[in-house]
Structures are given as C-alpha cells and as structure tokens.
C-alpha cells in the first residue's frame, strides 16, 4: 500500500493530501546536494543504469520531447549516482528518494519493474512522458510520497488501488479555496471540519465519510448550498442541530448524514432542494 500520496496529474481525478507537517518540493526541482564522500547503494545504482539502457531504447514519438542521450548523459556507470542529473538521495542513507524522468518517452515502460529495484523511492517526476495509463508500478512503490504525471495522455478509468492507499491522520490541513472536488473518505481524519470550507466558493463535491470527524457541522457551509452536489459525511462523529437554510438555488443531488449524532427536525428549507435524489 502507498501512504500518503499525493498525485499531481492534468487529468480529472483527486490529488491525494500528504501529511501536515509535510514541505513540497515541485518535482522537477529535486536534486541531491554535493556530497562529501558518500556514495549511492550499488544496487540502485544499477537499477539506475539499466533503466537508462531502457529509456536508450525507447524512440520518442514526438520531437519535442529529449532522448534519455541528452538528458542521462551524467548517468556514467564510473560516477556516483548521487551526483547524477533528476537524482536525489537522502543525505545520510544515500539511498535514492527522488527522480525526475520529466520529458522521456516512457510509453513502452508503463510495466517495468526496474522501479521496484528503488524500494525508498519517494517522489517520482513522469511529467510530460508520453503515458497512456498510470504505470502499474505505482502501485508497488510503498514509500512513494509524491507522483507527478501532468501533460501526458492518461485516459480511461482511474485504477481501484489509488482509491485505497492513504490513512492520513490528524485534522484536516488548511487547503486551497479554489477546489471544487475534495475527497478526504475513508481516513482517519480527527477535529471538526475547518470554517475556511465555507470559502471554497467553486466547491461541487465533499466527501469526508469514513472519519474520526467531530464538532458541529459549520452553519458556513450553507452559503456552498447552491453550488454543492454532493455532500457526504457520513459515519463521522458530529453531533448537534442540521443547521442550514437552503435557498432556492439549493444545487444539492446528494446528502448523507447517516451515522453521526445529530439531533433535532429536518430544516424545512430541505425541500428547496428540488434536485435532490439521495
């Protein structure tokens, strides 16, 4: 299972939350610091070249994108992996934790396992690589904390295993005001929804089911009623009255509540909510 992964993508599915106390780095700017006589774990080392023999053999099918020839060319079997270019190894372990194959033909490569060869790797940069799917080694890498797969040609359904890898704890981070999808299911997430919610003007879909949640649900969150679809909180533990007042423009096909402790009447205002189907 991937632990707290967080996926930056071009196409339409939810970015996975990393930890709070986590800094992000982009991806494309990683890269290891001079070391002082410390040198790369052999074995990942040749893991590193053989999958450069790979990308050697992989044709890009665009021009604008680089053959691994100008790009790999630190990749020298007589140097330290550590000091080659889109490589970053931890400080102290030398282990490599990061690499950034941004720009290479990746289409052929979609089911290596060579990836697996790099069991600390933790954050992966695929952007602009020509994939179809999302490789299936993905899936493996159980230290993988940040996977970039933006502008590439990913279609189809999102496999049922990104739905299953995190188990983010504690209270949920303060986020972007500018998202409109936010699913934060099945975690263990604790504390009471954050009043910066009620911010989030472009929100269509909240989903915080399956949680640790507490606290009265915030009354601010009746101002998204026109412009949410779904809201799922379901099997948390808030407690206290329902307390909005649906208007008109109430845009809501989705409310689920059950499982939670609230008490009192069903707002009248509910029946505003003519799109209501669930």
């Given amino acids: 299972m991937i632990s707290y992964l967080r996926i930056a993508c071009c196409f339409s599915f939810l970015p996975f939350l990393s930890p709070v106390n ?19 774990i052999s074995s990942e080392k040749t893991t590193l070249l053989q999958l450069k023999r790979d990308l050697s053999a992989a044709t890009p099918e665009t021009s604008h994108q680089p053959s691994s020839g100008s790009l790999l ?3 020298k079997p007589n140097t330290d992996c550590c000091s080659w270019e889109g490589v970053t190894c931890h400080e102290v372990t030398t282990h490599v ?9 990746l289409s052929g490569l979609v089911n290596s396992i060579n990836f697996l060869n790099l069991p600390y790797l933790e954050r992966l940069n695929l952007v602009n690589c020509n994939l179809g799917e999302i490789p299936s080694f993905v899936e493996k890498l159980g230290g993988l904390v940040e996977l970039d797969l933006s502008n590439n040609k990913i279609h189809g ?8 890898c995190n188990l983010i704890e504690g ?4 986020l972007p005001i500018s998202i409109s999808f936010l699913s934060l299911a099945k975690n263990k997430l604790t504390g009471e ?8 003007s472009n929100l269509t879909i909240l989903d915080t089911c399956y949680n640790y949640l507490t606290g009265q649900i915030p009354k601010c969150l009746e101002v998204l009623g026109d412009t ?6 379901r099997k948390n533990r808030f407690f206290g009255l ?4 649906f208007t008109k423009d109430c845009s809501l096909e989705t409310l689920n509540l059950y499982g939670n402790q609230l008490i009192g009447k069903i707002p009248k205002s509910l029946t505003h909510c003519k799109r209501l189907q669930v």
């Fill in 97 to 105: 934790i990061g690499l950034n194959l941004s720009g290479h033909n």
């Fill in 242 to 245: 329902m307390p909005w007042n």
């Fill in 157 to 164: 359904n999102v496999p049922k295993w990104v739905w299953l």
């Fill in 171 to 174: 209270s949920i981070p303060t």
């Fill in 22 to 40: 986590s800094s992000f780095t982009p991806l494309s700017q990683t890269s290891s610091p001079p070391f002082l006589g410390q040198k790369c």
């Fill in 73 to 75: 060319t630190s990749w």
């Fill in 193 to 200: 929804i954050p009043l910066s919610f009620c911010s989030m």
């Fill in 228 to 233: 949410l679809i779904v809201l799922n909180l």
